[in-house]
Nanobody, 114 residues
Framework: QVQLVESGGGLVQPGGSLRLSCTASGTFIRIYRMGWYGQAPGKQRELVAAITPDGITNYVDSVKGRFTISRDNAKNTLYLQMNSLKPEDTAVYYC????????WGQGTQVTVSS
């Protein structure tokens, strides 16, 4: 089973920005539809952004215009650029394929607070 490793989270003030990264071995990120999921305190994990191998993206309404999902196939890395962050974005963020998810990584904590 592939290992997913998320990084880039941290504490940021409202209106700030972060870029999350997700790495996986081999061609995993390139060949599957990949997503970023957020799990807020006391809530279930929710898909917030997804990207197909051909670059078609989808976002949950609450992050449209603020978050951008992308991939760098040469680096086997998935990214989530998070701009104009709001306190309600506070969550642990995970990456995974959208269909037939593999074992989840540890995620990376994003905390938006003043």
């Amino acid at each position: 089973q592939v290992q997913l490793v998320e990084s880039g989270g941290g504490l940021v003030q409202p209106g700030g920005s972060l870029r999350l990264s997700c790495t996986a071995s081999g061609t995993f990120i390139r060949i599957y539809r990949m997503g970023w999921y957020g799990q807020a305190p006391g809530k279930q994990r929710e898909l917030v952004a997804a990207i197909t191998p051909d670059g078609i993206t989808n976002y949950v309404d609450s992050v449209k215009g603020r978050f951008t999902i992308s991939r760098d196939n040469a680096k086997n890395t998935l990214y989530l650029q998070m701009n104009s962050l709001k306190p309600e974005d506070t969550a642990v963020y995970y990456c995974n394929r959208v269909a037939y998810t593999v074992d989840w990584g540890q995620g990376t904590q994003v905390t938006v607070s003043s």
